[in-house]
C-alpha cells in the first residue's frame, strides 16, 4: 500500500484533517512531539501489567465489547470514513464489517492458538517435561495506512491486543480522525481498563518515526516499500522487530476455460474499487488469447458506466492522496509511451481529486504501470499464448502481495505456481475476507502476516520451558558428575537411534 511521508513546518503543532473531495475540514488534531510519544509508550508500557495478564476469556469479552461499541455507534462511523477517507458509505460499511470480522476472530482464536503445547523430550531427555509457552511481546507500535484506516490496521491492533500487548497507534494523517474514532470506541466499551491499553498518538512522518525509536516492543506498519525499508533499518538500530505490510501489483490470469463474464466482473471492480487504491486490488491481468476479445470487451463494457464522486450514485470515491494523482498520470502518459493502448480512458480520466476508469491493453512489460504499484483505477490487459506464459509474467515482479486465477478446471494447480503470499481462485480479494487466512507478501510487498493464526503469533515470543521430572543417577549428561560408564552408554545408544537409516 501506498503511505505519504509528506511533513509540515517545522512550527506546526496541530494536523488539519480535510475531506479529499471537497476539502472541507473534518477535525483538527495535537500532534504527538517526541515527548508525547514516549509519554503514551511508558503509559502503554504501565498497562501491559494489567492487560497482558487478563485471561484469554477476559481479553475476549473486552474485545467483543469493544465491536458491539463500534456496531452501534456504526452510522456515525462510517459517515466519517466516508468524509475523511472519501470511500461511498456502503464501502465504509463493507470495510467495518470486515473488521469486525477479524476482531471477532482474533478474540475467539486466541486461547487455543497460543496455548501451551507439550513437546516430546525425546529418548535422551525422557525424564524431563518440556512445554512451550507464549508471551505477549509487550508494547506494539502500530503505523496505519489511509487507504483502510479500519480494516488493514485492525489486522495488527486486535490480534496484537488478542494475544496479551498493548497499542500505541499512529494513524495516517489522511485518516486521523477515523483511527482516534477506533481507539476511543475501545476506551468507551472498557472504562475499567487502563487508559494506555489501546490508545493513538497523531502526526505525520515525524511521529511515526518517533514510535520507531520509542521503547516499544515490534512496529507493525502498512505502508510504501520504500517507507517500509526505512521503517526497518530504524528499528534495527534498537533490534525493534518489524512486520511490514508493503506494496504490491497483483496479478490475475485468465485462462482460457474462464468464466469470462465472472472474470471480467471481478478485474473490473478489483481494480477500480476504492479508486484503485487496494494494495491487493487488481492492477495486472494475463489473458489466454483465445478468450482475450471477449474478455477485454467485457471489461470495458462494465467500467464504461462507472464514475467516482462523492454523491450518492458514485461507485468510488476521490484519490485520498493528493500526489498519487500525479503518479497514476505518470504511469498512463507511460504506457501509452510503451506500445499499450487506451482502450477505456486516458490521460483525460484524470479529473484530481477523482481518476475515471481507465483501461490499457498490452503494455511493454517494462513500463511504470507494469512494474511499478500504481494505486490508482487503473488496469494493464496482456494477452498470453498459455499459462505457463500467464505465471512467468505474473512471477516476473519485485512485488508478491496477493494474485488471482479464473480457471473452471485448473485454477488450484496455477494458484499453487505463484509466487505471492495470498491467492483467491475464482474470485478477487476473497482470502482479505476470511479471518483465518494469514495475509502478507514476499519480495517488496513485506515481512510478516496479519490475521489467522500466524498473525497472532506475530505477537507473541516463545518461551521454552523443560522441567526435570526426575534424576536418573549416573546418567547425567550435562554435568561435570558425569562418568564413563555413562558415555559408553551413550555410544551404544546414538548408532541405535540415529544410525541405521539408509
Same mark, same amino acid.
Given at each position: 500500500?501506498?503511505?505519504?511521508?509528506?511533513?509540515? @513546518?517545522?512550527?506546526?503543532?496541530?494536523?488539519?484533517?480535510? #475531506?479529499?473531495?471537497?476539502? /472541507?475540514?473534518?477535525?483538527?488534531?495535537?500532534?504527538?512531539?517526541?515527548?508525547?510519544?514516549?509519554?503514551?509508550?511508558?503509559?502503554?508500557?504501565?498497562?501491559?501489567?494489567?492487560?497482558?495478564?487478563?485471561?484469554?476469556?477476559?481479553?475476549?469479552?473486552?474485545?467483543?465489547?469493544?465491536?458491539?461499541?463500534?456496531?452501534?455507534?456504526?452510522?456515525?462511523?462510517?459517515?466519517?470514513?466516508?468524509?475523511?477517507?472519501?470511500?461511498?458509505?456502503?464501502?465504509?460499511?463493507?470495510?467495518?464489517?470486515?473488521?469486525?470480522?477479524?476482531?471477532?476472530?482474533?478474540?475467539? #482464536? @486466541?486461547?487455543?492458538?497460543? @496455548?501451551?503445547?507439550?513437546?516430546?523430550?525425546?529418548?535422551?531427555?525422557?525424564?524431563?517435561?518440556?512445554?512451550?509457552?507464549?508471551?505477549?511481546?509487550?508494547?506494539?507500535?502500530?503505523?496505519?495506512?489511509?487507504?483502510?484506516?479500519?480494516?488493514?490496521?485492525?489486522?495488527?491492533?486486535?490480534?496484537?491486543?488478542?494475544?496479551?500487548?498493548?497499542?500505541?497507534?499512529?494513524?495516517?494523517?489522511?485518516?486521523?480522525?477515523?483511527? #482516534?474514532?477506533?481507539?476511543?470506541?475501545?476506551?468507551?466499551? #472498557?472504562?475499567?481498563?487502563?487508559?494506555?491499553?489501546?490508545?493513538?498518538?497523531? !502526526?505525520?512522518?515525524?511521529?511515526?518515526?518517533?514510535?520507531?525509536?520509542?521503547?516499544?516492543?515490534?512496529?507493525?506498519?502498512?505502508?510504501?516499500?520504500?517507507?517500509?525499508?526505512?521503517?526497518?533499518?530504524?528499528?534495527? /538500530?534498537?533490534?525493534?522487530?518489524?512486520?511490514?505490510?508493503?506494496?504490491?501489483?497483483?496479478?490475475?490470469?485468465?485462462?482460457?476455460?474462464?468464466?469470462?463474464?465472472?472474470?471480467?466482473?471481478?478485474?473490473?471492480?478489483?481494480?477500480?474499487?476504492?479508486?484503485?487504491?487496494?494494495?491487493?486490488?487488481?492492477?495486472?491481468?494475463?489473458?489466454?488469447?483465445?478468450?482475450?476479445?471477449?474478455?477485454?470487451?467485457?471489461?470495458?463494457?462494465?467500467?464504461?458506466?462507472?464514475?467516482? !464522486?462523492?454523491?450518492?450514485?458514485?461507485?468510488?470515491?476521490?484519490?485520498?492522496?493528493?500526489?498519487?494523482?500525479?503518479?497514476?498520470?505518470?504511469?498512463?502518459?507511460?504506457?501509452?509511451?510503451?506500445?499499450?493502448?487506451?482502450?477505456?480512458? !486516458?490521460?483525460?480520466?484524470?479529473?484530481?481529486?477523482?481518476?475515471?476508469?481507465?483501461?490499457?491493453?498490452?503494455?511493454?512489460?517494462?513500463?511504470?504501470?507494469?512494474?511499478?504499484?500504481?494505486?490508482?483505477?487503473?488496469?494493464?490487459?496482456?494477452?498470453?499464448?498459455?499459462?505457463?506464459?500467464?505465471?512467468?509474467?505474473?512471477?516476473?515482479?519485485?512485488?508478491?502481495?496477493?494474485?488471482?486465477?479464473?480457471?473452471?478446471?485448473?485454477?488450484?494447480?496455477?494458484?499453487?505456481?505463484?509466487?505471492?503470499?495470498?491467492?483467491?481462485?475464482?474470485?478477487?480479494?476473497?482470502?482479505?475476507?476470511?479471518?483465518?487466512?494469514?495475509?502478507?507478501?514476499?519480495?517488496?510487498? !513485506?515481512?510478516?502476516?496479519?490475521?489467522?493464526?500466524?498473525?497472532?503469533?506475530?505477537?507473541?515470543?516463545?518461551?521454552?520451558?523443560?522441567?526435570?521430572?526426575? @534424576?536418573?543417577?549416573?546418567?547425567?549428561?550435562?554435568?561435570?558428575?558425569?562418568?564413563?560408564?555413562?558415555?559408553?552408554?551413550?555410544?551404544?545408544?546414538?548408532?541405535?537411534?540415529?544410525?541405521?537409516?539408509?
Amino acid at each position: 500500500m501506498t503511505s505519504t511521508d509528506t511533513t509540515p @513546518a517545522d512550527h506546526d503543532t496541530a494536523l488539519t484533517s480535510v #475531506n479529499p473531495a471537497t476539502g /472541507e475540514v473534518i477535525g483538527r488534531h495535537v500532534i504527538a512531539d517526541d515527548a508525547a510519544v514516549t509519554a503514551a509508550v511508558a503509559k502503554a508500557r504501565a498497562a501491559a501489567a494489567t492487560w497482558g495478564t487478563l485471561s484469554f476469556d477476559a481479553r475476549r469479552t473486552h474485545l467483543l465489547r469493544w465491536s458491539s461499541k463500534l456496531v452501534q455507534n456504526s452510522e456515525t462511523f462510517c459517515a466519517l470514513i466516508h468524509a475523511e477517507n472519501g470511500k461511498p458509505l456502503d464501502d465504509a460499511y463493507l470495510e467495518l464489517t470486515l473488521a469486525l470480522e477479524h476482531i471477532a476472530w482474533a478474540a475467539k #482464536n @486466541a486461547k487455543k492458538a497460543l @496455548a501451551p503445547k507439550t513437546v516430546f523430550p525425546g529418548a535422551l531427555m525422557s525424564n524431563f517435561a518440556a512445554r512451550i509457552e507464549q508471551r505477549p511481546l509487550g508494547v506494539i507500535g502500530v503505523i496505519g495506512p489511509w487507504n483502510y484506516p479500519v480494516y488493514t490496521p485492525n489486522g495488527s491492533i486486535a490480534y496484537a491486543l488478542a494475544a496479551g500487548n498493548t497499542v500505541v497507534f499512529k494513524p495516517s494523517e489522511f485518516a486521523t480522525s477515523v483511527g #482516534n474514532f477506533l481507539a476511543d470506541a475501545f476506551a468507551e466499551a #472498557n472504562p475499567e481498563l487502563p487508559e494506555g491499553v489501546f490508545r493513538t498518538i497523531n !502526526g505525520y512522518g515525524r511521529t511515526g518515526a518517533a514510535l520507531v525509536h520509542s521503547d516499544v516492543d515490534k512496529i507493525a506498519f502498512t505502508g510504501s516499500t520504500a517507507t517500509g525499508k526505512r521503517i526497518m533499518a530504524a528499528a534495527a /538500530e534498537n533490534l525493534t522487530p518489524v512486520l511490514l505490510e508493503c506494496g504490491g501489483k497483483d496479478a490475475v490470469i485468465v485462462a482460457a476455460d474462464a468464466d469470462i463474464k465472472a472474470a471480467a466482473d471481478a478485474v473490473a471492480w478489483g481494480a477500480t474499487a476504492n479508486s484503485g487504491q487496494t494494495c491487493a486490488g487488481v492492477e495486472r491481468v494475463y489473458v489466454d488469447r483465445a478468450v482475450r476479445e471477449e474478455f477485454i470487451a467485457e471489461v470495458t463494457r462494465i467500467l464504461s458506466v462507472i464514475r467516482p !464522486g462523492s454523491d450518492d450514485k458514485a461507485a468510488y470515491g476521490p484519490m485520498i492522496m493528493p500526489s498519487q494523482v500525479d503518479v497514476v498520470r505518470r504511469h498512463i502518459a507511460d504506457a501509452l509511451e510503451n506500445g499499450g493502448t487506451a482502450v477505456l480512458g !486516458g490521460l483525460e480520466s484524470v479529473k484530481a481529486p477523482f481518476i475515471e476508469p481507465v483501461v490499457l491493453v498490452d503494455v511493454d512489460e517494462n513500463a511504470e504501470a507494469v512494474r511499478e504499484e500504481t494505486f490508482g483505477p487503473t488496469v494493464t490487459i496482456r494477452t498470453v499464448n498459455s499459462a505457463d506464459e500467464a505465471v512467468e509474467l505474473a512471477n516476473n515482479a519485485k512485488y508478491g502481495l496477493s494474485s488471482a486465477v479464473y480457471s473452471k478446471q485448473n485454477g488450484l494447480a496455477i494458484a499453487r505456481r505463484l509466487r505471492t503470499g495470498a491467492t483467491s481462485v475464482n474470485s478477487v480479494l476473497a482470502f482479505a475476507a476470511i479471518p483465518g487466512l494469514p495475509f502478507g507478501g514476499v519480495g517488496d510487498s !513485506g515481512i510478516g502476516r496479519i490475521h489467522g493464526e500466524p498473525g497472532l503469533r506475530e505477537f507473541v515470543r516463545s518461551h521454552s520451558i523443560a522441567r526435570q521430572r526426575f @534424576a536418573i543417577p549416573g546418567l547425567a549428561l550435562l554435568s561435570y558428575s558425569r562418568t564413563a560408564f555413562t558415555m559408553k552408554l551413550l555410544r551404544k545408544l546414538v548408532p541405535l537411534l540415529h544410525g541405521r537409516h539408509k
